[in-house]
């Protein structure tokens, strides 16, 4: 379900002679401004911020014409976070500006929206040389800009699908683990070999000296890479770029199609791509999330971990258990639950998760989730019985039998579970015995 959302800027984005102003939208305040500062990477933070305004114009699965979807931006303590999903909400973009990218003071922390407007998409492909580059993201003078009455707004459809897409990618990309990193020269030849356009296929890459090798089977450290005309992308960043680092979660012969991450790292700023299990597949569907979203102890939580965040780069599990007074695996469970409002991301190159605010409807990722729906009225009508090592849900005319595994995970008797053996997440009837599960047997 789309809704249409105003975004309204003070004035158009620009790219002047004095340096780069990027426009911000509503969030932590009207127009709030994060950044004033310097560049010290111009030329590879314009094609990194191409890259994240290219993947929210595009739909690599049933190609449409462009959308009009601004990436949102948020202000960290000590970097600058430019993030987005493809139309098809099949690939994840986001590019980091680290510490070593700028010379200034991050001076407000939120998410935002901010402005990628056709004429500076332009205007940054022409962007080059060593020169630092001022930027400003947000108004420097918000009362000249407001008597000057020059305001923008742009009413787009908001997919749905992007909040649950952030809650998605976060549940899944917090279970990878770096799988190889290869130097930009060999990335460089690799990216090229790869079959490109609306290729379907799913590969997957072995590491191989300091490049990596396609094959069509999964094996252990393999990293699958499915549709690989995806990754396009990346390749305005390559010249800039020292390595090229690959993760994803471990995987074995047999193995079905999973997720991905393809980051490069130019020392100043990391862009990275998350590829979808597969190309028609987009994040918003994985279900990762959904037990999350279904538990009840959680989110008291999540409220509590909420409260306690900050806008460090990096969330620290410890010290939020400590302060919190819970254990380590309540924290990350709060953590994954945050998520799904899109208040808690992951990021694989620190192992870590880290804090921002999307300026969307909070609850919108549970009310529009089908199967999240479906199970709570199942459990709210009582449709749930307990029989010894199984339960039995009853929907409609039928009568499905769940059984929890000892990893946690649910099988059922139903379609569905038929259909993906548990590759994209519960059934709304396993979700509906987790929800009338007792609590601890919902922590575990």
Request: with cysteine; charged share 20%; proline share 8%.
């Amino acid at each position: 379900m789309n809704a249409v959302q105003t975004y309204r800027y003070l004035q158009p984005s620009a790219l002047h002679p004095a340096g780069l102003d990027l426009q911000t939208c509503g969030g932590p305040a009207a127009n709030p401004r994060f950044f004033s500062g310097f560049l010290t990477a111009p030329a590879a933070a314009a094609a990194g911020l191409l890259a994240v305004a290219e993947v929210a114009r595009t739909r690599y699965h049933q190609p449409v014409n462009p959308a009009s979807l601004d990436p949102v931006v948020t202000g960290s303590r000590d970097r600058l976070r430019f993030e987005s999903f493809s139309g098809c909400c099949g690939v994840y973009a986001r590019m980091d500006v680290l510490p070593a990218g700028f010379d200034g003071e991050i001076v407000g922390h939120g998410t935002t929206n901010v402005d990628v407007n056709p004429p500076l998409r332009e205007a940054l492909a022409r962007v080059g040389g060593i020169e630092p580059l001022h930027v400003a993201v947000g108004p420097d003078d918000l009362t000249v800009c407001t008597m000057d009455g020059a305001v923008v707004e742009k009413k787009v459809p908001l997919p749905g699908r992007w909040l649950r897409g952030f809650a998605e990618v976060q549940v899944l990309t917090a279970a990878f683990e770096p799988r190889a990193e290869i130097p930009a020269a060999e990335a460089t030849a690799f990216l090229r070999r790869l079959p490109g356009g609306t290729d379907r296929s799913v590969l997957w890459a072995v590491p191989a000296g300091r490049t990596l090798r396609l094959t069509s089977r999964p094996a252990p450290g393999a990293v699958c890479l499915a549709g690989a005309g995806r990754l396009a992308a990346l390749r305005g960043l390559l010249r800039h770029a020292r390595t090229l680092r690959v993760y994803g979660p471990p995987v074995r012969a047999g193995f079905p199609a999973v997720p991905s991450t393809w980051e490069l790292d130019t020392g100043a700023l990391r862009l990275s791509l998350t590829l979808s299990p597969e190309p028609y597949r987009g994040f918003s569907g994985e279900g990762a999330a959904l037990l999350a979203l279904a538990g009840d102890e959680v989110v008291d939580d999540a409220e509590l971990i909420g409260a306690l965040l900050s806008w460090d780069p990096t969330i620290d599990v410890a010290a939020l258990a400590d302060g919190a007074g819970l254990p380590d695996d309540r924290v990350r469970a709060a953590l994954a639950q945050l998520g799904t409002a899109g208040r808690v991301g992951y990021d694989v190159a620190e192992g870590g998760y880290f804090h921002r605010v999307m300026p969307y409807d909070a609850g919108r990722a549970e009310r529009d989730n089908p199967r999240l729906v479906g199970a709570r009225v199942l459990a709210e009508r009582g449709a749930v019985v307990r029989e010894g090592e199984h339960t039995t849900v009853r929907s409609g005319d039928e009568v499905y039998r769940v059984r929890r595994l000892p990893d946690g995970t649910y099988t059922c008797s139903c379609r569905w579970w038929a259909r993906h053996r548990g590759q994209r997440g519960p059934c709304r009837h396993a979700l509906a015995v987790s929800m009338v599960a007792a609590p601890a047997e919902v922590t575990a």
